[in-house]
């Protein structure tokens, strides 16, 4: 989504922001939908909710919204990913609150790179073509 929680950061030495939320599921939601609608990860609400069918969770069914997080160490400014939570915080400058954005990260199977980095050039609306290797998969697959 283009959207992202937006949470006011937590006094110095606090690192918990957001609070548990939890709603009741109706007839029509799956947990992708709910998801979106709450800029929340599909893994991340099928970890808060065992024993949920994440497709037909059932209307009434309480569901647990895991919008609470530990915010990552390190300095708090700029985008920081937390590979292992599938999560990005985007803090910026000079305002009090941090964005979270759900991620989806990689491909199974293949590593995700690991490192500090950071934006030397901005291009509006770049091009971008896939790799000659992802092109062939997809065509081997009738893509």
Same mark, same amino acid.
């Given at each position: 989504?283009?959207?992202?929680?937006? *949470?006011?950061?937590? !006094?110095?030495?606090?690192?918990? $922001?957001?609070?548990?939320? $939890?709603?009741?599921?109706?007839?029509?939601?799956?947990?992708?939908?709910?998801?979106?609608? +709450?800029? *929340?990860? +599909?893994?991340?609400?099928?970890?808060?909710?065992?024993?949920?069918?994440?497709? *037909? !969770?059932?209307?009434?069914?309480?569901?647990?919204?895991?919008?609470?997080?530990? #915010? !990552?160490?390190?300095?708090?400014?700029?985008?920081?990913?937390?590979?292992?939570?599938?999560? #990005? @915080?985007?803090?910026?400058?000079?305002?009090? $609150?941090?964005?979270?954005?759900?991620?989806?990260?990689?491909?199974?199977?293949?590593?995700?790179? $690991?490192?500090?980095?950071?934006?030397?050039?901005?291009?509006?609306? !770049?091009?971008? @073509?896939?790799?000659?290797?992802?092109?062939?998969?997809?065509?081997?697959?009738?893509?």
């Amino acid at each position: 989504t283009s959207a992202a929680l937006e *949470l006011p950061l937590p !006094p110095e030495g606090d690192d918990i $922001v957001g609070q548990i939320q $939890v709603i009741k599921a109706k007839y029509e939601d799956t947990f992708a939908a709910i998801g979106e609608t +709450y800029d *929340l990860g +599909y893994l991340e609400l099928v970890a808060a909710n065992p024993g949920v069918d994440p497709w *037909l !969770p059932g209307e009434g069914t309480d569901i647990i919204l895991p919008t609470r997080f530990i #915010l !990552p160490p390190g300095p708090r400014e700029g985008i920081v990913i937390n590979i292992a939570e599938y999560r #990005l @915080y985007y803090y910026p400058e000079g305002k009090n $609150v941090v964005h979270t954005f759900p991620l989806g990260i990689g491909r199974e199977g293949w590593g995700s790179p $690991v490192g500090n980095t950071r934006i030397s050039a901005m291009t509006s609306n !770049p091009a971008w @073509y896939p790799p000659q290797s992802i092109r062939d998969e997809h065509a081997a697959d009738g893509d």
